[in-house]
């Protein structure tokens, strides 16, 4: 049961190494006389500085967590040779509450310091992957984990093997008080719950299992090759699943059908063995759901949130009811366009071209700070504290990971890596992002105890997008002129219609994949395109051409081939929208409300959580206020162009 964790992690200034300077080199080297610099006088490609000449003000600081890369090696050192010590409750949890309780303290030691140990391994790889040494730490971290992990294996079927009657006593006892929601989470997969030796089996089959998905991966970035596309420059790029969004993004349109065409050409010349393996996925699903004696694939996968199927089916119906929005918005699009019929692959670049606007770190961090003014003062100054301060490693350098990330633990600081360039505007909504992230780590670390800090999936994404929601409306309200405004308009509707909407359709598609497989229904490649077809058909409307190639993509979406998670960016989306607009027009009850939301970690199931912080996921209402939200802001976009 321990959490042993490879994800999470801290810091970026390399302590193991000489510090760095107080100041980058641009990269330049000197020259000596006038000659000699207007010889050297072409422009020169932009070079990432190393790691190593980042200013340490631009880094994250990682000693909450560990001093040194000398003092995690001796904590890790520590931490391997508590593995020992289960063997000691091995056989002995069900003989009093005093033992059990005993067993889940050290437990929930060792958990901690391995979240610890992690999340330091991992950060100090990501600010710089070229690192040998930081690869070996996250390496050795990652061999302990699992070593613990295997120590550790027999806590939860040795917790279920104690009988109803006496572990009823238990949880009365007041030694179990504190770890009480612990084990009655863990006895809610009772039902679920084989035999040991069926236990067993399952598991030796997990290898097995995931091989479906690995197929799908390697075909997908390895064997897959798409040949390379003009840009609207005349340069050749070349076509792979990182460029096609980029390439559709042209605003030159054969560039974007060029680009749709040959990469789904590839999809089409290996469409039986993609389909092959999506069955294989699903049936996969199926076959462990009956196992578990589960109703269905679906309830198996909600099970673990305590979700009823009523939040996935009302989500799909809500945003069915509101399809003739959707619709409107693509007519929109096509007309602002100046184009005769839109497709799919007209859908990303944006109506309006960003103007170039050059915000500093310090600028983005003062933006997003007064749009969060509705937080209060005490949310607004933790969070200039950090964003200020070191808890963000700001900049790219050479080897560091691209993207961003927020990586909150129990005992570091909330850490954000950002890859921050000061003319890019989605950078600003990025922090803000990675920012709520932070802060819900940081209110959870605060308030709970370490068993109950650590927030679901199925929550995460509320904190982030609620941010994102109010630096949106911040910006439109200083918004220069009407063209700015539409400018971010154009970029809210696009974020909910890939969200709430795509999520949506990707989600239904899941439940129509895995109700034909669970009813005998072979998953042929017709089969899939055929049920794929319908969908676009209703969820792009009868003025849109679909492409025939556009139903290869029920074969290329990664969240397909590990079913039934999409559904989460959707009610994710629509809670923020929900608590966004109950915050801002509310008083200090409704802000109350969802600090204690923040707070909560995971002392609550996710739906309850969301319920105390006033909006019910089982009722339609929250997709319908998000719904109604994006309706609103198509005609206003209408209205502007």
Same mark, same amino acid.
């Given at each position: 049961?321990?959490?042993?964790?490879?994800?999470?992690?801290?810091?970026?200034?390399?302590?193991?190494?000489?510090?760095?300077?107080?100041?980058?080199?641009?990269?330049?080297?000197?020259?000596?006389?006038?000659?000699?610099?207007?010889?050297? @006088?072409?422009?020169?490609?932009?070079?990432?500085?190393?790691?190593?000449?980042?200013?340490?003000?631009?880094?994250?600081?990682?000693?909450?967590?560990?001093?040194?890369?000398?003092?995690?090696?001796?904590?890790?050192?520590?931490?391997?040779?508590?593995?020992?010590?289960?063997?000691?409750?091995?056989?002995?949890?069900?003989?009093?509450?005093?033992?059990?309780?005993?067993?889940?303290?050290?437990?929930?030691?060792?958990?901690?310091?391995?979240?610890?140990?992690?999340?330091?391994?991992?950060?100090?790889?990501?600010?710089?992957?070229?690192?040998?040494?930081?690869?070996?730490?996250?390496?050795?971290?990652?061999?302990?984990?699992?070593?613990?992990?295997?120590?550790?294996?027999?806590?939860?079927?040795?917790?279920?093997?104690?009988?109803?009657?006496?572990?009823?006593?238990?949880?009365? @006892?007041?030694?179990?008080?504190?770890?009480?929601?612990?084990?009655?989470?863990?006895?809610?997969?009772?039902?679920?719950?084989?035999?040991?030796?069926?236990?067993?089996?399952?598991?030796?089959?997990?290898?097995?299992?995931?091989?479906?998905?690995?197929?799908?991966?390697?075909?997908?970035?390895?064997?897959?090759?798409?040949?390379?596309?003009?840009?609207?420059?005349?340069?050749?790029?070349?076509?792979?699943?990182?460029?096609?969004?980029?390439?559709?993004?042209?605003?030159?349109?054969?560039?974007?059908?060029?680009?749709?065409?040959?990469?789904?050409?590839?999809?089409?010349?290996?469409?039986?063995?993609?389909?092959?393996?999506?069955?294989?996925?699903?049936?996969?699903?199926?076959?462990?759901?009956?196992?578990?004696?589960?109703?269905?694939?679906?309830?198996?996968?909600?099970?673990?949130?305590?979700?009823?199927?009523?939040?996935?089916?009302?989500?799909?119906?809500?945003?069915?009811?509101?399809?003739?929005?959707?619709?409107?918005?693509?007519?929109?699009?096509?007309?602002?366009?100046?184009?005769?019929?839109?497709?799919?692959?007209?859908?990303?670049?944006?109506?309006?071209?960003?103007?170039?606007?050059?915000?500093?770190?310090?600028?983005?961090?003062?933006?997003?700070?007064?749009?969060?003014?509705?937080?209060?003062?005490?949310?607004?100054?933790?969070?200039?504290?950090?964003?200020?301060?070191?808890?963000?490693?700001?900049?790219?350098?050479?080897?560091?990971?691209?993207?961003?990330?927020?990586?909150?633990?129990?005992?570091?600081?909330?850490?954000?890596?950002?890859?921050?360039?000061?003319?890019?505007?989605?950078?600003?909504?990025?922090?803000?992002?990675?920012?709520?992230?932070?802060?819900?780590?940081?209110?959870?670390?605060?308030?709970?105890?370490?068993?109950?800090?650590?927030?679901?999936?199925?929550?995460?994404?509320?904190?982030?997008?609620?941010?994102?929601?109010?630096?949106?409306?911040?910006?439109?309200?200083?918004?220069?002129?009407?063209?700015?405004?539409?400018?971010?308009?154009?970029?809210?509707?696009?974020?909910?219609?890939?969200?709430?909407?795509?999520?949506?359709?990707?989600?239904?598609?899941?439940?129509?994949?895995?109700?034909?497989?669970?009813?005998?229904?072979?998953?042929?490649?017709?089969?899939?395109?055929?049920?794929?077809?319908?969908?676009?058909?209703?969820?792009?409307?009868?003025?849109?051409?679909?492409?025939?190639?556009?139903?290869?993509?029920?074969?290329?979406?990664?969240?397909?081939?590990?079913?039934?998670?999409?559904?989460?960016?959707?009610?994710?989306?629509?809670?923020?929208? @929900?608590?966004?607009?109950?915050?801002?027009?509310?008083?200090?009850?409704?802000?109350?409300?969802?600090?204690?939301?923040?707070?909560?970690?995971?002392?609550?199931?996710?739906?309850?959580?969301?319920?105390?912080?006033?909006?019910?996921?089982?009722?339609?209402?929250?997709?319908?206020?998000?719904?109604?939200?994006?309706?609103?802001?198509? @005609?206003?976009?209408?209205?502007?162009?």
């Amino acid at each position: 049961m321990a959490k042993t964790r490879g994800s999470r992690g801290g810091k970026g200034g390399r302590l193991s190494q000489a510090p760095a300077g107080g100041r980058r080199r641009s990269g330049a080297t000197a020259q000596s006389g006038g000659l000699a610099k207007a010889r050297s @006088a072409k422009p020169r490609a932009k070079r990432l500085p190393p790691r190593s000449d980042v200013s340490l003000t631009d880094t994250w600081d990682l000693s909450r967590l560990f001093v040194s890369d000398e003092a995690w090696s001796k904590a890790l050192a520590r931490f391997q040779r508590r593995a020992k010590d289960y063997a000691d409750f091995c056989g002995q949890l069900g003989k009093s509450a005093e033992k059990l309780a005993e067993c889940l303290k050290f437990d929930s030691q060792v958990s901690r310091q391995a979240e610890r140990l992690g999340t330091y391994a991992f950060l100090r790889s990501a600010e710089d992957q070229s690192n040998a040494d930081a690869q070996r730490m996250l390496g050795c971290y990652q061999h302990a984990a699992r070593l613990m992990a295997e120590a550790s294996s027999f806590l939860r079927p040795e917790i279920l093997a104690i009988p109803e009657v006496r572990m009823k006593q238990f949880l009365a @006892a007041p030694a179990i008080k504190h770890y009480r929601l612990i084990l009655e989470r863990c006895l809610r997969f009772r039902p679920h719950t084989l035999s040991n030796r069926e236990e067993e089996l399952l598991a030796m089959q997990s290898e097995m299992a995931e091989a479906t998905s690995h197929v799908f991966r390697q075909l997908l970035d390895v064997d897959m090759k798409f040949g390379t596309v003009a840009n609207e420059k005349g340069e050749a790029i070349e076509l792979t699943n990182a460029t096609f969004s980029q390439l559709l993004n042209s605003p030159d349109r054969q560039v974007r059908q060029r680009t749709f065409q040959q990469y789904y050409q590839e999809f089409q010349e290996h469409q039986h063995t993609l389909a092959a393996t999506l069955s294989g996925s699903v049936q996969k699903d199926v076959f462990y759901a009956r196992a578990r004696g589960h109703s269905s694939s679906l309830a198996a996968a909600l099970f673990p949130d305590n979700v009823p199927q009523s939040v996935y089916d009302n989500l799909i119906a809500s945003v069915r009811r509101n399809l003739p929005t959707l619709h409107r918005y693509y007519d929109v699009r096509r007309r602002k366009m100046g184009l005769r019929q839109i497709h799919q692959y007209d859908t990303y670049v944006p109506i309006l071209t960003e103007r170039e606007r050059r915000r500093t770190w310090d600028q983005a961090v003062q933006v997003i700070l007064q749009s969060l003014e509705p937080l209060g003062s005490e949310y607004c100054g933790v969070l200039e504290t950090g964003l200020r301060g070191r808890w963000c490693d700001r900049y790219p350098n050479q080897g560091k990971q691209s993207g961003a990330f927020s990586c909150g633990s129990y005992d570091g600081d909330p850490y954000i890596l950002m890859n921050y360039q000061p003319m890019v505007m989605q950078h600003v909504f990025t922090l803000t992002h990675e920012a709520g992230h932070s802060m819900h780590s940081y209110y959870s670390a605060r308030s709970q105890p370490f068993e109950y800090y650590d927030y679901t999936i199925f929550v995460a994404e509320v904190a982030s997008t609620f941010n994102e929601r109010l630096l949106s409306r911040h910006l439109m309200n200083q918004a220069r002129d009407d063209q700015e405004r539409a400018y971010l308009i154009n970029r809210d509707l696009d974020d909910m219609r890939g969200t709430i909407w795509r999520q949506t359709m990707f989600a239904e598609f899941e439940k129509i994949s895995h109700e034909m497989v669970e009813n005998g229904e072979p998953l042929t490649v017709e089969a899939i395109k055929a049920a794929y077809r319908s969908l676009l058909e209703a969820y792009f409307g009868k003025e849109f051409v679909l492409d025939p190639e556009l139903s290869l993509e029920s074969l290329r979406i990664p969240h397909f081939y590990r079913a039934f998670y999409v559904y989460k960016y959707a009610t994710g989306m629509s809670a923020a929208i @929900a608590l966004s607009q109950r915050v801002l027009e509310g008083g200090p009850e409704q802000l109350a409300d969802y600090l204690r939301f923040l707070s909560g970690g995971c002392s609550q199931f996710p739906l309850d959580l969301l319920r105390g912080a006033g909006v019910d996921m089982n009722q339609p209402g929250p997709i319908d206020t998000a719904l109604a939200h994006f309706e609103h802001l198509v @005609a206003e976009l209408d209205e502007l162009l």
